[in-house]
């Protein structure tokens, strides 16, 4: 049984080039996109994608929180790589930190309008929300949910470490699940307060600083969630299809296909019920989102991202036999994450950047964040054996039946 | 209506049922149903039962109830009876959705409902032979069909020899008939059907 990964060569090398893409796609970018406009392109590219990822290895946290909270125990067989891909928030943290200062304190007025305090000044509803769309309350709710998730994430990442170590008795099961299930609970407290309320509103929302939706985290939530879930899938096949995970099989596989199916249709759900009330209410400070959207150049964008992350996974993991095959599910995960890019990149362009371009650069960055990713991934998948030993609840994922 | 002759054999536990399945089936005798007081995981592979076209069923019952919802707003709103509603246009597809929603899953879910109910024999005013009266409270019974390749007696010896609790001799319908289970049934009970055995 093998239950130490050890990161192959061919798996470092593919890390490596995919950062060198985006390392080269950032250099290339600020040369080619000089100039007022093309520097908003330039910032906006970067934040689509380190929000993006960000939130995604987020979802894994919140894969762990939920799943302990609901006391689920298919998925402990597996358990390492979700905790593995949340394992880059404190980077991608950082890296997002970083961006959202140059963009407040360095006044990149094309991504945030508001950040702009002469144009605030002549604008009446930016000087209304100035409150909550300013430098000062912008950087510290940052800083907090920043904070706050990196250190949940790290605590629950070193907790399921320590518990290796532990003697296996009862004692120690019982103790393992009660303060995974007390540490998750504080988790999910935060990730609602965050990802679920006020984080989208203040990192992406603020693009179209006139407009608001209440929807609008939920949604971000769901595209992040389902793409999460997708992350989750593609490394469990990876290392599966290595020879690792001995104990994961179709059914884990199976349940995998059932939450990216749900989901989806989860995400669809939450897009209509943004998109149907503004269409109905037709109130032009609320139309004004989707106007360039549906009716501008946008428009082919906006249709696709629906086909992509609605009709397709609901019609191609309706059946048992897609959602229990390595290889439909590999697909079908590459293709929601990437559908969710796209809702990622109509969420931010058309504030920012306006037209719509072919996103060379910005399809460049996230092949960087990708190989970024992949690297942290699977140095933090060597560091441990893949199977939580202790948890009581391992035989009860091996033995899963759906 | 096609009454047989069955060996029922009945279980205390899972864990004993379980092997006891896979041994009969490699014996080659013909499992007519195993009834359980619980779903136990696996039985259904155990028994070589078939994957249950179910879901397909309630895919076509769903996409009947799209169909349904959204041709007849069509209809209705473009060609019979045209309202202007706040200035909508006269097929305002997003208005039309949670319609469509509630009617697909409406639609499936009593399909499927039924589709069900029809598989497994079960309706209102309708009765099946019940093999043992706590097969389905905390015994687990299994139905071996008397074949012409096989007889009653060899089977009750296998069943003893696999851990059953229980053993009986029954000759009962296979199918469903009319009646009520708080009643007693005279049709059947008075008249049993000549034997094919």
Known sequence: MKDQFVVPAKLKTTSFVLMGIGVLTLLIGLVALGGEHGATRFWAGILQNSTFFLLIALACTFFIGVTTLAHGGWQIAFRRVPEAISMTVPVLGGILFVVLMILVFGEKDGVYHWVNAEHVKHDAILNGKSAFLGNTFFTTATVITLGLWIFFTIKLRNMSLEEDTWDLSPETGRRILWRNTVWCGGFIVIYGLSVGSTTPWLWLMSIDPHWFSTMYSWYTFASTWVSGLSLIALFVIYLKKNGYLSFVNEEHLHDLGKFMFAFSIFWAYLWFSQYMLIWYANMPEETEYFKPRVWGEWRPIFFLNLIINFILPLLLLMKRDTKRNYTSVTYIAILIIFGHWLDFFQMVMPGSVHELNFPWYELGIGLGFVGLLIFIVANQLAKAPLAPRNHPYLKESIVHHT | ?197
Request: one cysteine or more; proline letters at 6%.
């Open chain 2, 1 to 197: 209506m096609a009454a047989k002759k069955f060996v029922v054999g009945c279980f205390d536990d899972e864990a004993v049922l379980f092997p006891a399945v896979k041994k009969v089936r490699a014996a080659g005798y013909k499992i007519h149903d195993v009834y359980t007081p619980f779903p136990v995981h696996g039985l259904d592979q155990a028994m070589g039962l078939r994957e249950t076209s179910l879901h397909t069923a309630g895919f076509i019952y769903g996409i009947t109830g799209t169909t349904t919802a959204l041709s007849f707003m069509s209809w209705v709103f473009v060609s019979d009876w045209p309202l202007n509603i706040g200035g909508k246009p006269h097929f305002p597809l997003p208005a039309f959705i949670p319609i469509t929603f509630e009617l697909t899953v409406l639609f499936s879910a009593v399909g499927m409902m039924m589709t069900f109910c029809y598989l497994c024999q079960l309706m209102p005013f309708v009765k099946k032979h019940v093999f043992h009266p706590r097969q389905t409270d905390d015994k687990f019974v299994m139905v071996i069909e008397v074949t012409s390749k096989s007889n009653a007696g060899e089977i009750k010896d296998f069943l003893a020899s696999v851990g059953a609790a229980e053993i009986n001799e029954q000759i009962a319908e296979t199918g469903w008939w009319y009646g009520r289970f708080d009643r007693e049934d005279r049709l059947y009970a008075e008249q049993p059907a000549p034997l094919n055995v």
